[in-house]
């Protein structure tokens, strides 16, 4: 989160934490006592000054208004920075629940457009179809871009011509799995992993390009949704590849704690923006970012995620040199 932040120059550091806990067997009064209790004991480290906090996997809009709420009545006052995607009735942000997804599909269209490879007609398999996967898929379909597999926790399913979807949205919504939609064919989430595309987006756990698979990809552009999907032996390989354009993860997925970053903004001013102000604000970020990482990268013969790492060293190095050291 550090080095994503510095990438994309937003005024935030970084940490991860969480509840180690399954939500999908949980009742939601029992998600709601956990958030709430997990909410009490962080108010000592937590205030909109010093550590926001913001969704990330097993959360949802739902479990941000609880924070929200616990957070505002230990205050005795509505804290709505305290947090970040929030309901919109909480003051949260327009375009925050698709903006990760959104900005791993913007990426990789952008790449595709410096490979000089077509947007519509490129196919697309996508790795996960939670929150991140899901608005990556709309996304890649709004800009006439094919998706031909997708795989979830249960399993994956394929159709070379491409799928819908919107319906697949709605077989998910009703189903809780992609598995079993009518118009697909099943196939291993192993072998969907290395079928022919033109983008392979990992929008799901870490670690899912691995030593043994990185030699069977047959992607031209990796677009890496999920934090670490590949693992430093893949990446070995796939630098001595050198067929397969690299998206790392401290850009591609960075759409999400942009946003999140405009809700905080949003919520300080205490002024709401319109959907197409806030996405046209992420594109202009990313764009920004994608543009500094690939000059960087062929100006000194690096891989992109090697670009991506030493840009925002030595952003986060700039920033210690211009404070100094207090004596």
Known sequence: MNWKCALMDLPYGGGKGGIACDPRGMSLGELERLTRRYTMEMIPFINPETDVMAPDMGTNEQTMGWIADTYSTHAGHLVPSIVTGKPLTLQGSKGRTKATGYGVAFCARKALEKLGLPVGGATAIIQGFGNVGSHAAATFSSYGVKVTGVADVAGAIWNATGLDTAKLRDHVAQAGT??????????????????PCDILAPCALDRAITGENAPMLRCRILAEGANGPTTPEADRILDARNDIFVIPDILCNAGGVIVSYFEWVQNLQRFQWEEPEVIGKLEVILEKAIGKVAEFAQRHHLPNRMAAQALAIKTVADSKAARGLFP
Not at 188 to 193: I, R, T
């Open 178 to 195: 992609v598995v079993g939609f009518a118009a697909a064919e099943p196939i291993s989430p192993a072998q969907l992993l290395c079928q």
